[in-house]
């Protein structure tokens, strides 16, 4: 005979499969969302310290060519120093010299005349005469007071001309320990301008992977995002859904195991009724 629940069997069976199919879908999903999320959060980590290692080398750079140019400040305001001693040196020493050129001919004029007054002085009081006798002695002053003079003036000529060449001496030493200060400090600061230049191209550049990297992490941050929404916004979890699912798989099929087990129970009745009814009828034929 037709069986009974076989619309009902039907249906039953649809929503198993129909679970089965969802329970599917869902695992896929499930699979998908741990692959991407754990993809992405290794992205982020590794970008993360991408951008520590970045930062840590621009702190680092950024001090050292902080370094190098108060360094090369300094070096400037030696140098600057530098130059103002040597145009104070070179204006004494060319005070010194004029003086110099002045006063040694007029020291060496007067000691000439000196000279010549007592060469003639000696002549004078050389010669024989009552009418120098008389003078001798007071010539005789005249000649030591000049002789005196002249060694006074040859003196302070000679001092006069020792103290211009240590002055000479001593501003050509000090001008040549200026140029070897003035050549390295310059060298100094050419080296570490250069230096400090390159280190400042080399901040930009990292600046800029670091903007470039902040983006990448900028969009895994919002990529993560959306897979939180989609994976993890949720009122019910995966495998509290799984669960259910199974316990309501679970129950059609016993629903579905009781319902044949009636309809295997119906027809046999309905045969054993046939059965008797034709027994019956032969019955009363005869």
């Known amino acids: 005979g037709e069986d009974p629940f076989a619309k009902v069997k039907g249906l039953i069976a649809g ?43 621009i702190s680092a750079q950024q001090a050292s060519s902080a370094q190098l140019k108060a360094q090369v400040a300094e070096l400037q305001q030696g140098l600057a120093e530098i130059a103002a001693t040597q145009s104070e040196m070179t204006a004494l020493r060319r005070q010194e010299k004029e003086l110099f050129a002045k ?127 989609m994976c993890e916004d949720k009122p019910e979890t995966y495998e509290e859904k799984k669960s259910r699912r199974e316990a309501e798989i679970a129950g059609l099929k016993e629903a579905m195991s009781i319902l044949e087990g009636e309809a295997s129970l119906l027809q046999r009745r309905a045969a054993a009724r046939h059965l008797r009814g034709g027994q019956a009828h032969s019955s009363l034929g005869l």
Do not use: W
């Open 15 to 57: 929503m198993i499969e129909q679970l089965a199919k969802e329970a599917q879908a869902e695992a896929s999903h499930k699979s998908y969302c741990d692959k991407e999320v754990g993809e992405t959060l290794t992205k982020k980590s590794t970008k993360e310290a991408a951008i520590s290692k970045l930062e840590t080398k």
């Open 103 to 229: 006063n040694k001919p007029e020291m060496e004029s007067g000691l000439e005349g000196v000279k010549m007054a007592l060469s003639i002085l000696r002549d004078y009081y050389a010669k024989e005469g009552k009418s120098h006798e008389a003078a001798d002695g007071s010539g005789t002053g005249i000649i030591g007071l000049l002789e005196v003079v002249e060694s006074d003036f040859t003196k302070s000529l000679a001092e006069m001309t020792a103290a211009e060449m240590t002055a000479e001496a001593n501003y050509e030493s000090m001008r040549k320990e200026s140029e070897v200060s003035k050549a390295t400090k310059e060298a100094d600061v050419k080296y570490k301008t250069k230096e400090y230049k390159q280190l400042d191209a080399a901040i930009a550049e990292a600046s800029s992977d670091k903007v470039g990297v902040q983006t990448e992490l900028d969009a895994i941050l919002e990529y993560n995002g959306h897979l939180i929404k």
